[in-house]
């Protein structure tokens, strides 16, 4: 009996960190998106709709043959997944970049809140005190960056924040199952909104086609399927919670390709976040 706990435990410790690992691939991938839009002229709604076409191709070929039940938690999860990421296109347009990623990111507070109730998943005191870390980091961050917000832009980042949260849960319901599908439909769902942008937009320049292409296969396609993957490892809060680091490693990308230097309030709110994560991480792996 002993043995098969101890088992058990070794198994479970595996998986998490199996999944840690993939939700920071996964964070690493996202973290390029910034970078790879501004090289695209077209309406946010047109680049967000030609990046998910791209990535439901991606699932397609990874599923081949997908399986759709219609279940509430698969169409929850393909709502959440078209709300996280229009939504978040949206906020982005009409408040600054700072802003709508910040409020995206409250999403670990929504699933704290939740996940409890929704999943069994208790939260602890340990896990607020990472949550509120990792938050008060964010601001530090962009702490020089948050002037001009737009209400309207700051209230779509928070729907994109419960979006994403909710994405979270109804994936983590579907843990047992195939919650692949719902990225599918999701992608799916998105690429329709923005077809009417694509054809007003269309056509596009030989760096804007490479562009579009890495955003919807090395940037939300191949990173989406290592994040449901993830998921079925991992709470619902750590799905949330670990790839907080995205927007810390964005600077990264700018640092490399344009040789802008993060200041001080960021460089001590990205080591805030970073070090807010592992603890919690550690702390949750012993």
């Known amino acids: 009996m002993k043995s098969a706990k101890s088992y058990n435990r070794k198994t479970m410790l595996i998986r998490i960190k199996q ?21 695209v002229p077209w309406h946010p709604l047109a680049i967000a709709g030609t990046r998910s076409a791209i990535a439901a191709l991606v699932f397609l070929l990874y599923l081949r043959h997908p399986r759709f039940t219609w279940s509430l938690p698969q169409l929850g999860g393909a709502l959440s997944y078209a709300g996280t990421v229009a939504l978040f296109v949206a906020a982005t347009k009409l408040t600054t970049a700072a802003a709508a990623i910040l409020l995206q990111y409250s999403a670990p507070i929504y699933v704290a809140l939740l996940s409890g109730p929704v999943l069994s998943e208790k939260t602890t005191h340990r896990d607020w005190w990472a949550i509120f870390t990792v938050f008060g980091g964010m601001l530090l961050f962009f702490l020089d960056k948050l002037e001009g917000s737009n209400l309207l832009g700051n209230l779509l980042a928070i729907a994109s924040g419960w979006a994403f949260a909710l994405l979270a849960i109804f994936l983590r319901l579907q843990k047992d199952g195939s919650p692949f599908e719902s990225v599918l439909l999701g992608n799916l769902l998105t690429a329709l909104i923005g077809l009417p942008f694509m054809l007003r937009d269309f056509p596009l320049d030989p760096k804007s086609v490479t562009s579009l292409l890495l955003l919807g296969t090395l940037q939300i396609g191949f990173p989406y399927i290592l994040y449901v993957k993830a998921v079925k490892m991992v709470t619902a809060l750590a799905a949330c919670l670990i790839p907080i680091i995205e927007p810390i490693l964005n600077p990264l990308w700018v640092f490399l390709v344009i040789g802008e230097s993060p200041g001080k309030w960021s460089l001590l709110g990205g080591a805030l976040v970073i070090c807010g994560v592992t603890w919690w991480s550690l702390k949750n792996r012993k």
Do not use: C, E, R, Y
């Open 19 to 39: 999944g840690t690992f993939l939700l920071l691939i996964t964070a690493f991938m996202w973290s390029t998106g910034g970078m790879l839009i501004k090289s």
